[in-house]
Each structure stands twice: as C-alpha cells, then as structure tokens.
C-alpha cells in the first residue's frame, strides 16, 4: 500500500538551513505537500507541489521533488527558533485520501 | 483568512458513551474529511464525505463510525461506544476539489482532543 517514511528528527542551529527528506512509495501521487504542526496545534499547510515540478520556492521554503526516486525534501533557509515543529510529507493522488508520514520532529538550537 | 474550525477542542468521554465531534469547513469548500492521530502516531486517514454520501473511507471508519452535514455549514463525527483505542486527536480537513489527479489541497482545522476514560 500507499506508504509515506520521513526521519524522526533534526537538530539545527539557529541561522542554518534546514533540510527534512522523505520517501514516497505510491507512484501516482499527484501533489505531495509539508504541513508544519505546533505543539497543541494543527496541521498547518506550508507548501505543496505539483508532480511534473521538480522545484518550488516559497520565500524560506524550497521543495525538491525527485519523482524517479520518490523523494521529496523541504528546505528551509534561515532556520529560526520559531520553525520549531514536527513537519509532515504527504501526498495524494490515489483517491480523496492524503497520506502522511510520521513526522520530523525540527529542534532549532538558539 | 478562512480557516476550518472544530469544536470542542478537547472532549473527555467514558468508555461506552456517543461522542459527536463538530467542524465546520471552509465556506467554499465541497469536500470534507476526517482524520485522527493517535499519540505518537502517523495522521490516519478516516473518511471522506462529498455531495452528502461517503466518498472513501478507511478500515478504520467502521460501524462505530458515522458522518453527518446536518446543514449549510457543519460536518460531524460520531463515535458510538467509544473505546478507549478511540483516544486520539481527530482532524477536519476540507478541499475545494476532490478525488485522483485533483488540486486535493486539504486545509485542516486545529483537531479534537478525544480522551476515553
């Protein structure tokens, strides 16, 4: 089945660029995204991308899409104390249903 | 900015009991959906609801399960006898488009805290 798997953590230092990578297994996904969720809070949309994209920019935020190697990675530049949060990949494309990945929990070190 | 709304923010229920969970999507929004994470979990997949019928669901969503858009503006869960496996945070989600190959850009609302005593 469908299967998003993205690392648990990451530990950055405050200015840094941060880089979370994540795999993808279903090879019709469609449009493939990263939501960011503060503790206590909900899934905010950060940015997606379309399937026959291989990059998209968003102020801070780049996405790079490798759909040969199903990988997906989200980099954010400048890293503040503030982009403290865990980051989901996901995609859809297979039905109604998006498909997330665990999680990677970003520690910004001041 | 629009944004989905779900209430309450945090339900605690005994095991056993109906608990009915509220979001009200964005306003131009057609499709609807819900999802759960259990702590320390992924973000599962439960249903999704378009037109006023099921449009997909998980093995999840059994016949505990049901969806409802009782009027113009909520979408609601309801879980009868609930089980304690049913503690987790419940996710409303709604997309202007739906289904394979579709913009299916979900906005999500801030999630039910459901704890089952």
């Known amino acids: 089945g469908e299967d998003v798997e993205q690392s648990l953590f990451l530990s950055v230092r405050e200015g840094d660029s941060s880089v979370i990578n994540c795999t993808y297994t279903d090879s019709s996904s469609t449009y493939l995204y990263w939501y960011k969720q503060e503790p206590g809070a909900g899934l905010q949309l950060l940015t997606y991308?379309?399937?026959?994209?291989d990059m998209k920019q968003d102020q801070r935020l780049t996405v790079l899409l490798n759909k040969k190697d199903k990988h997906l990675s989200l980099r954010i530049a400048d890293t503040q104390t503030g982009d403290s949060a865990i980051y989901f990949c996901a995609e859809s494309g297979g039905g109604f249903k998006t498909i997330f990945g665990a999680g990677t929990r970003l520690f910004v070190k001041a | 900015e629009p944004e989905v709304t779900q209430t309450p923010s945090h339900q605690v229920t005994q095991m056993g009991q109906e608990v009915i969970l509220r979001c009200v999507p964005i306003?131009?929004?057609?499709?609807f959906y819900w999802y759960r994470q259990i702590l320390g979990q992924k973000v599962e997949f439960l249903v999704s609801?378009?037109?006023?019928?099921?449009?997909?669901k998980s093995e999840i969503f059994d016949d505990q399960f049901s969806v409802e858009r009782p009027d113009g503006s909520n979408f609601t869960l309801k879980i009868r006898s609930t089980k304690l496996e049913d503690s987790a945070m419940y996710f409303c989600?709604?997309?202007?488009?739906?289904?394979?190959?579709?913009?299916?850009?979900?906005?999500f609302g801030a999630g039910t805290r459901l704890s089952v005593l």
């Open positions: 306003s131009n929004h057609l499709y």
């Open positions: 989600a709604s997309s202007v488009a739906g289904g394979a190959d579709s913009k299916n850009i979900q906005y």
């Open positions: 991308i379309f399937s026959n994209m």
């Open positions: 609801f378009y037109n006023n019928e099921i449009s997909e």
